[in-house]
């Protein structure tokens, strides 16, 4: 693999699931490469900006553009975690400076006022950081899974109360409006007399 082909893909699989010790010299010098970006990038009084870092990595480091602002975007990416920068890359950028400023602001704060001014500074920072709002609800992960289902005709599995059904049997003989076919459907459907899986058209009442 040529240096210029590897991705932020390629460096996150080779972190998960390769051995950095034997890691290709092509990773290992890429990879190097973004730790050095990174450092520059958070020696924001030297370097200041993405253009800065580029320009000195061409210029003291011999890389063409391309490679200077792959080295750049791609360690961004990695280490905050677009030009090419996810939002969510940039929101941790720009918390992390603004950390940094509030920190030297506590540092040279000499009044009440001047840390008043800090502790607003850490109002808006959390709202980059989005802690003003509520955490996202996790969706039930049992809505994706396939329902469960139990099929009985047992009442007392169910939870009902039990029937006698020798009382029931005597119920159905006793309504005066059955034809003897229906009494029989009846009784097998209620589990009085044993059911028939496979009823032929004539013992059906319902298909007359």
Do not use: C
């Not at 989005?130 to 396939?146: A, G, I, N, T, W």
């Amino acid at each position: 693999m040529r240096i210029e082909d590897i991705e932020l893909e390629h460096i996150i699989e080779f972190r998960d699931h390769g051995d950095f010790s034997k890691a290709p010299p092509e990773i290992v010098e890429f990879v190097e490469m973004m730790e050095k970006v990174r450092g520059m990038h958070v020696r924001f009084d030297q370097y200041g900006s993405r253009d800065a870092i580029i320009k000195h990595l061409t210029k003291f480091d011999g890389l063409s553009h391309y490679m200077a602002a792959k080295y750049h975007d791609t360690a961004m990416e990695y280490f905050h975690a677009d030009k090419q920068l996810s939002r969510d890359a940039w929101r941790g950028i720009i918390a992390e400076s603004m950390y940094k400023n509030i920190s030297v602001m506590r540092t040279m704060a000499m009044t009440v006022q001047d840390m008043e001014r800090s502790n607003k500074s850490l109002l808006s920072l959390a709202k980059v950081l989005r802690l003003d709002e509520p955490d996202p609800v996790p969706f039930p992960e049992e809505l994706l899974s396939k329902p469960f289902k139990m099929y009985s005709l047992s009442p007392e599995f169910l939870g009902l109360p039990t029937i006698n059904r020798y009382d029931l049997a005597k119920f159905i003989d006793e309504l005066p409006a059955l034809t003897e076919k229906e009494r029989l459907m009846a009784k097998r459907e209620a589990l009085i007399d044993n059911p028939k899986l496979f009823i032929d058209v004539g013992e059906d009442p319902r298909s007359t």
